[in-house]
Nanobody, 126 residues
Framework: DVQLVESGGGLVQAGGSLTLSCAAS????????IAWFRQAPGQEREAVSC????????YYVNSVKGRFTIFSDNAKNTVHLQMNSLKPEDTAVYYC???????????????????WGQGTQVTVSS
């Protein structure tokens, strides 16, 4: 069975760092793209970053470019999202998701994803 389990969320002050992890099981990272989405209260779910592990292609939403880094650890079948210089507007529940495809092209659209993790809360205080 496919499972995605997020960890690493928490409370951090503005300017601080967190690293989220998405442990995948039931499939191989090399075969499917993985994305991190986030959803703040009252807002739509937003794609933050995507990766295809087989070639290292990545996507970042403009608001996190230069601050967040997505990378995969194929040996552990885990995708990480390193978040630096965090801002209060980064506060949200962060979800990892498995794409039905193996490309970052169009990865912002939630309709491409067939499995989602349970989410992990990230709170950035000012």
């Amino acid at each position: 069975d496919v499972q995605l389990v997020e960890s690493g969320g928490g409370l951090v002050q503005a300017g601080g760092s967190l690293t989220l992890s998405c442990a995948a099981s039931g499939f191989t990272l090399d075969d499917y793209a993985i994305a991190w989405f986030r959803q703040a209260p009252g807002q739509e779910r937003e794609a933050v970053s995507c990766i295809t592990s087989f070639d290292g292609s990545t996507y970042y939403v403009n608001s996190v470019k230069g601050r967040f880094t997505i990378f995969s650890d194929n040996a552990k079948n885990t995708v990480h999202l390193q978040m630096n210089s965090l801002k209060p507007e980064d506060t949200a529940v962060y979800y990892c998701a498995k794409d039905k495809r193996n490309t970052v092209f169009g990865c912002v659209w939630p309709t491409w994803y067939d499995f989602w993790g349970q989410g992990t809360q990230v709170t950035v205080s000012s």
